[in-house]
């Protein structure tokens, strides 16, 4: 959804980059998006962790520092990296733990990584070692944690890897490849630990935990993008925003989990359609808006909001598509980021019957939606609307048409279209 669009936009973009050439950038892209697929498929933890993740964080630190005449682009690409191999080394010590510990407890002589083994093998590591398995699953958290950008790790590489990526990586980037950290976590909270061992499995505190500091992300990440005039730098600071939404959704439904209650099943059921209806609907709005921010970019040569005035008669399709993508992020009705968002305040203030914190995260998260719509009337009003800026005019009067050309247009149009859709009818999702 996401990266067939981007690959599309990327064809006349790079064209932005001629002097750089293309031969470092599409064999990177293309490994990778494979790497990111690997990453979904494999069932073998170590696979999982090393080579997949190894696959994914190279050629993701190649593209960042791709526009290498900026030294800035170069050390940014250096903090992702850093930080990717430190989640993959504190997931990989975890995976270390319940393996190994596992195999020696089930008095098994050969050493398993399969995600299915070590689930089998985890009841009693549960019962024996309980330390053990929660310094195990705080690895995982914090790997994953410092994947999807969550509070504090995701302001360490986040804000300055977005900007320093071709606007089509970037989108990627936010849209898709923060998106596994969501994935790992829901597969080691959820999925690795049996049914018939959650009794032993504090699931409750390990729900609140997430739960709390997707509160926290989420006001955090909001509040720095408000304060932000560079667009693409914007953009990802609301990438850890929104991914606090998420984070809330995944807490509500692992607290509610804990309760042995129909009610908490059926909270927990719509807090994880919500997280992962948001994660899908953040792929496509925030992907939508880092091509308008590379058509911004191409049009005005400058990233920066203040020197972008009066963009909408120059760029109205451009224009239309951003306001388009700057209303879902906002949760605007009828739009696919109200329908993911208002799940996830439905699920906390349902759950908060039975744990009373998650209404005030319901709360704060509602009022942050405001922030995020502030943010966003900055980011197009001062772009698109209001005075033309020299820069504006001046590039007008050289090159005569602002407006990018139909092969980069028809992926924003695209992707417009889909936040329109599946907002008016979000059971196409879920069916």
């Not at 990717?84 to 995976?95: D, E, H, P, S, Y």
């Not at 032993?200 to 709390?212: E, H, N, R, S």
């Not at 792929?283 to 203040?306: R, Y």
């Not at 050309?405 to 999702?429: D, H, S």
Request: glycine share 8%.
């Amino acid at each position: 959804t996401i990266t067939v669009p981007a690959a599309l936009y990327t064809i006349p973009y790079m064209r932005h980059y001629e002097a750089l050439g293309s031969r470092a950038y599409y064999p990177h892209v293309l490994l990778f998006i494979s790497a990111m697929y690997g990453l979904l498929s494999t069932t073998d933890m170590m696979l999982f962790f090393f080579v997949f993740w190894q696959m994914m964080t190279i050629p993701g630190y190649m593209l960042i520092r791709y526009d290498n005449r900026d030294p800035a682009n170069a050390r940014a690409a250096m903090r992702f990296m850093v930080m990717m191999q430190i989640a993959c080394l504190v997931t990989m010590i975890g995976a270390e733990i319940l393996a190994v510990e596992g195999t020696r407890m089930s008095g098994a002589h050969q050493l398993k990584y399969d995600f299915n083994v070590v689930s089998t093998r985890l009841p009693a590591l549960l019962v024996q070692r309980p330390g053990l398995t929660a310094l195990a699953f705080t690895l995982f958290l914090i790997g994953f944690g410092i994947k999807m950008g969550m509070w504090p790790f995701g302001a360490v590489w986040l804000p300055e890897a977005h900007p320093a990526a071709p606007s089509s990586v970037s989108a990627v980037l936010s849209g898709v490849m923060i998106k596994t950290g969501v994935y790992g976590l829901l597969r080691y909270f959820l999925c690795l630990v049996p049914a018939n061992a959650r009794a032993d499995f504090p699931l409750a505190v390990w729900g609140g935990i997430v739960a709390t500091l997707g509160t926290v992300t989420l006001l955090t990440g909001t509040s720095a993008a408000l304060r932000q005039d560079y667009s693409k730098r914007l953009l990802a600071f609301h990438s850890i925003g929104q991914i606090g939404y998420i984070l809330l959704a995944c807490g509500t439904c692992m607290t509610m989990l804990a309760w042995d209650l129909p009610e908490a099943y059926a909270a927990a059921s719509l807090a994880l359609t919500a997280a992962l209806l948001h994660a899908f609907n953040h792929g496509v709005f925030k992907g939508l808006l880092f091509l308008n921010a590379g058509s911004m970019l191409l049009a005005t040569g400058t990233q920066n909001l203040n020197r972008m005035g009066g963009l909408w008669r120059y760029m109205p399709l451009t224009a239309l598509t951003a306001l388009t993508a700057s209303l879902a992020i906002s949760g605007f009705p009828l739009l696919n980021g109200f329908v993911s968002k208002w799940g996830v305040y439905v699920s906390a203030l349902d759950g908060s019957r039975l744990s009373p914190f998650l209404s005030i995260c319901a709360a704060i998260a509602l009022l942050t939606s405001a922030l995020t719509l502030a943010s966003f009337v900055k980011f197009f009003g001062t772009s698109f609307l209001g005075r033309r800026s020299a820069t504006v005019t001046e590039r007008a009067e050289c090159r005569g048409r602002l407006e990018v050309g139909w092969i980069m247009q028809l992926p924003q149009v695209l992707l417009a279209l889909l936040c329109i859709v599946t907002g008016v009818f979000p059971a196409i999702l879920l069916a």
